[in-house]
């Protein structure tokens, strides 16, 4: 499981012209889920993402975390980042879960994050989604389980 994650002032995901999850200061997360992927390793992720320290404290280093900075997280699907792009120009999908337990990672993972307390917004899984952000730094980070 993947999670590629911003840290953002703002963002939001708009379908079909309407806005159906936004945020301000947080994570936009960007979620890809592999075949091998399962439950348990959706809740390390979480807590991977929830404890991730990518925002500075007073002293202007990053030591907190998106609770401790009193952030919300938007988590969209993207199933592009199972994408295998090691030969020729375009990319394989092989080894992406199906979409039937991509979406239902993807929404276990998603309760697991509000869970925490922690204001969570999510996408429209397999939707033309429209995902506009302000990334903070720009801090942007690759995360694997």
Same mark, same amino acid.
């Given at each position: 499981? *993947?999670? /590629? ?10 379908? @079909?012209?309407?806005? *159906? +999850? %936004?945020?301000?200061? +947080? ?9 091998? =992927? ?8 979480? =807590? ?11 002293? +202007?280093?990053?030591?907190? &975390?998106?609770?401790?900075? &009193?952030?919300? /997280? ?9 994408? &295998?792009?090691?030969? +020729? ?13 991509? @979406? ?16 969570? %917004? ?5 939707? @033309? ?5 302000? &990334? @903070? ?9």
């Amino acid at each position: 499981m *993947i999670a /590629l994650i911003q840290r953002v002032t703002q963002a939001k995901v708009v379908v @079909d012209s309407k806005t *159906i +999850g %936004e945020i301000e200061q +947080g994570l936009l997360v960007f979620l890809g889920v592999e075949k091998e =992927d399962d439950q348990q390793k959706a809740q390390r992720l979480c =807590d991977k993402v929830m404890g991730y320290r990518v925002f500075s404290d007073e002293h +202007g280093k990053m030591n907190l &975390n998106v609770q401790q900075a &009193n952030g919300s /997280l938007l988590v969209i699907s993207q199933f592009t980042l199972a994408a &295998n792009t090691q030969k +020729g120009l375009r990319p394989s999908f092989s080894g992406g879960a199906t979409p039937q337990k991509a @979406d239902q990672l993807y929404r276990y993972f998603v309760e697991q994050c509000r869970a925490t307390g922690i204001k969570t %917004e999510m996408g429209q899984f397999a939707a @033309d989604m429209k995902v506009s952000l302000t &990334n @903070d730094g720009p801090v942007t980070f690759w995360l694997q389980v």
